[in-house]
């Protein structure tokens, strides 16, 4: 088949919601789920320079009373939010503005299993530009014995036109 | 000074930062796929603005107009990166002697971050007070993030359970 003819036939399959596609107050529970390990938790670690040996050394974490290298908090907050981004703000075309009140709650340790999920907590049009809105998300994460390990409100921007044409694969 | 307290620095125990202290940390990194690309997918941030060039030089053109400038790549360093860069740069000074890192608040991304941009970090203390176990207390931290032109790109702040030297430097 020539390219022609394959672009013709082939239907873009989209990923990612709309602005008006989310309603506030819905539960999201979002795909995948991801085990940490500990080449996970050094590489984010050092990568970051992220000096506290609590991350690095499992001698020292163990004379801290954890069971092994404590997995670095950031990086489950990274995987925590890289979880809910196809659900949440992959298909809304704007920049992540912020997060607000993180807490960790309990540490993560190497071989736990992460999951997330969201509920939208708030969208609105911008004041200032009709074809701008802002979403807000409560996200909470949780290891694979269901103890939530984190959880954490985001926003992003979405710009109206940038959706649509992403949505519509015209880039 | 005992096996534990050797391996890390002896002057940011919790008794030693005092409300107000303002530092300009030593080291900068410079982002690049290592960084942003590695992370963003091994974190499973499925938003492409962060990984497809072709994608962002074609549809990118809003966000470089908010940043102009000559650059190799239109990517879009993912805002979780760059934060946790800056949390980084900054955690020798800070959370070294951290029991553990609590939580993060007000996060903002103020600037895009493209690859070869470099960041460097600067924090203040905030808050100190004690915890509910003696042998460590509460430390707020304002973090900022700054690119080499003196833009800040993100601001942030950290709760983190720091050990009291008292307790533990001798350990």
Not at chain 1, 54 to 75: F, I, M, Q, T, W
Request: hydrophobic letters at 35%; proline letters at 3%.
């Amino acid at each position: 088949m020539n390219i022609e003819d394959l672009k013709a036939i082939a239907v873009f399959r989209p990923r990612g919601r709309i602005f008006d596609e989310f309603e506030i107050g819905e539960m999201i529970h979002h795909h995948w789920g991801r085990t940490v390990t500990e080449a996970d938790a050094i590489q984010f670690t050092h990568l970051t320079l992220s000096y506290n040996p609590l991350y690095s050394n499992a001698e020292y974490a163990r004379a801290h009373g954890h069971p092994g290298l404590v997995v670095n908090p950031h990086l489950v907050f990274n995987v925590i939010l890289g979880l809910s981004v196809e659900d949440c703000s992959e298909g809304i075309a704007g920049p992540f503005l912020g997060v607000f009140d993180l807490t960790y709650h309990q540490p993560v340790y190497a071989g736990d299993t992460l999951t997330a999920q969201s509920v939208t907590t708030d969208k609105r049009v911008t004041d200032g530009d009709p074809n701008k809105g802002v979403i807000t998300w409560y996200t909470e994460g949780f290891n694979q014995n269901g103890d939530r390990v984190i959880d954490f409100r985001r926003s992003n921007l979405s710009d109206f036109r940038a959706a649509s044409m992403m949505r519509k694969g015209e880039w | 000074m005992g096996p534990l307290a050797r391996l890390t620095s002896g002057d940011n125990y919790f008794e030693h930062f005092e409300v107000g202290q303002t530092i300009r940390h030593s080291r900068g990194k410079t982002i690049t796929n290592l960084e942003n690309v590695n992370i963003t997918n091994m974190v499973m941030n499925t938003a492409h603005g962060h990984f497809n060039e072709d994608f962002m030089a074609r549809y990118g053109k809003s966000t470089r107009k908010s940043a102009p400038g000559k650059r190799d790549s239109d990517v879009i360093s993912y805002g979780g990166v760059n934060f946790s860069i800056v949390l980084g740069l900054s955690s020798q000074d800070t959370i070294e002697n951290a029991l553990a890192e609590t939580g993060l608040d007000k996060i903002s991304l103020k600037h895009p971050v493209f690859h070869g941009d470099t960041i460097y970090a600067y924090s203040r203390v905030l808050e100190k007070r004690a915890s509910d176990r003696a042998d460590a207390g509460i430390i707020v931290f304002q973090h900022w993030g700054v690119n080499q032109n003196d833009q800040i790109v993100a601001e942030l702040q950290r709760t983190a359970l720091i050990k009291r030297h008292s307790h533990w430097g001798n350990r």
